[in-house]
Every structure is written in C-alpha cells, then in structure tokens.
C-alpha cells in the first residue's frame, strides 16, 4: 500500500516508522511511506507556501497553488490510470472522526491515499473544493498541525497490515475488533502475582482456559457497560449477546438502561 504525504514537517513522521513493531509494515515496504515537503513546492525568493486570510482575522492560510503543485507532482509519480487514482484526504477538525471500523476498512482495501497535513489556520477552501475527497479527524479537539493526526493514523493502518504483527501481540484481540464483538478489551496482569499487595484475579491463574475466557469476557462487558455504553448497545443491536452476556451486564449495573 502506497501513502504519499504533504507535509511541512516530514522528519516528524521518520521516528515513528523506525520505531516498535510497526516498523517491520515500513521496512517491508508493506506500507510505503512517501513524504513530500511542501516548501518545496513554494515560489518566490522567500518559500512562501502561506498568507493573511482573507477578510483579516489572526495567523496564515496555506495557499492552494504549492498545495495542488505538490499533488499534481505526486500524481505524476504514481502514474495511476485515470479511473483509479488514490484519494486525497486532509486531515482536519472538521473531518469524519476516525475509528477501529473505518482504520481497518482502509487497511483492508490496500488501495493507498494521498494525506494533506494542514497547518495554521488551515488551508485555502478552494484547494479543499477542487482536489479533497475526504476529510478525517482524530476527535473533537485542535491539533496545531495534521501531522500527528496522520502519524496517529498510520500507526493504526500499520499494524493491521498482514504479518506486521506476529501472533504474540496480534491485533484480534484488541478493543473494538470483531473477536471481541466491537467491545473493550479486558485487564491485563503480568508477573509478580502480588505487587503493593494486589492479587491477580484467581480465573487467570486457574489454567482452566474456558474459565479464563468466561471471566474476560465478564471483565470486558463490564468495562464497556461502565466507560462506552454506545459500543454494548451497537453489539446488542447487532445480535452479539448472548443471554450469559446479559445476565453479567444486568449483574453489573441493575439499574442502568443500558
Ligand atoms: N482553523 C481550523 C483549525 C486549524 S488547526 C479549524 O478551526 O477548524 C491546523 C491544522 O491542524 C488543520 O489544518 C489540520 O490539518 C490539523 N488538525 C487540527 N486538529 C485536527 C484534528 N482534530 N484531526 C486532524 N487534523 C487536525
């Protein structure tokens, strides 16, 4: 899968792909990484690749010419047929929030996208108009720039890649995923078995594996019920829970609608 990135800061994005194990989607060339420096897009003596905003009103607008040069030379690069050009996505407040179901869409698809990182006080409106199909945002709150949006982002598509993870640390079991039927995942413990005084909890340590399963699927639905009621209502809905399943959740919380 090929991701191009426009960016005025690119060396932001090298430490996290050298880094951990999503390192192996890079070097692999599973994901292929190519980071585009805007500036370099910029005319003039000076660079510039930003200007007052119309209408006045405080800090800079990223002008849509450097912007529509710099994908028009990425284009050029991928040399895609007409009808299957990747999609340009910017990453913005204003976007479509990602989640695990949108992130493991795109992982799956393998098709590649161009990501524009803004800046400032954003970009012009009619570079958006013309060349932006989609615009996704990390959550509702203001990043001064999109690159640890997009940083955030491809670490997610990453390690969804196939064999970027090894089976000891695989994603299946993580939160949101379909193993888990959209809800949390469950605690964690690790050695010693007593720390400050605190126990593991006795199913853990039982061996027993269909004890063991019971008591994490317990643990989940009640850390779902508790901290993301929509997701034990988006599983109810979609017929993942089963009477043993409602019998802990009414246990858990007697009172609560949910
Ligand atoms: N004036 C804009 C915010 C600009 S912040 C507004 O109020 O909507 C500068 C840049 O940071 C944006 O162009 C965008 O690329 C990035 N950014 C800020 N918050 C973000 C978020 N929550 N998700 C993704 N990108 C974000």
Redesign the pocket.
């Known amino acids: 899968m090929r991701i191009d990135v426009i960016t005025l800061f690119p060396d932001l994005f090298e430490p996290f792909t050298q880094q951990g194990v999503v390192r192996r989607a890079y070097d692999s060339g599973v994901v292929q990484l190519r980071l585009w420096q805007l500036r370099d897009f910029a005319t003039g003596n000076y660079r510039r690749i930003d200007d007052r905003p119309f209408g006045g009103g405080p800090g800079m607008v990223m002008a849509a010419q450097p912007l529509a040069d710099a994908l028009a030379a990425i284009r050029s690069d991928r040399n895609e047929p007409a009808d299957q050009q990747a999609p340009v996505v910017?990453?913005?407040?204003?976007?479509t929030t990602l989640t695990h179901e949108r992130v493991s869409a795109f992982a799956a698809e393998d098709k590649g996208v161009i990501v524009v990182?803004?800046?400032?006080?954003?970009?012009d409106q009619r570079f958006i108009d013309r060349h932006v199909d989609a615009q996704?945002?990390?959550?509702d709150?203001?990043?001064?720039?999109?690159e640890i949006?997009a940083i955030a982002w491809l670490d997610a598509v990453a390690r969804l890649m196939p064999g970027v993870l090894g089976d000891a640390d695989s994603h299946g079991q993580d939160s949101f995923n379909a193993a888990l039927d959209g809800l949390l995942d469950c605690p964690h413990y690790t050695r010693p078995g007593t720390w400050e005084g605190a126990t593991v909890p006795t199913p853990l340590l039982s061996g027993n594996h269909a004890a063991i399963a019971a008591y994490r699927r317990q643990q989940s639905l009640v850390a779902t019920a508790r901290s993301r009621p929509d997701l034990i209502h988006a599983a109810r809905v979609a017929g993942a829970l089963s009477k043993a399943d409602e019998v802990i959740l009414k246990a858990s919380a007697p009172d609560s609608p949910i």
Do not use: D, N, T
């Open positions: 910017l990453f913005s407040p204003q976007g990182c803004g800046r400032y006080e954003g970009i996704w945002s990390l959550g709150f203001v990043l001064s720039g999109g949006a």
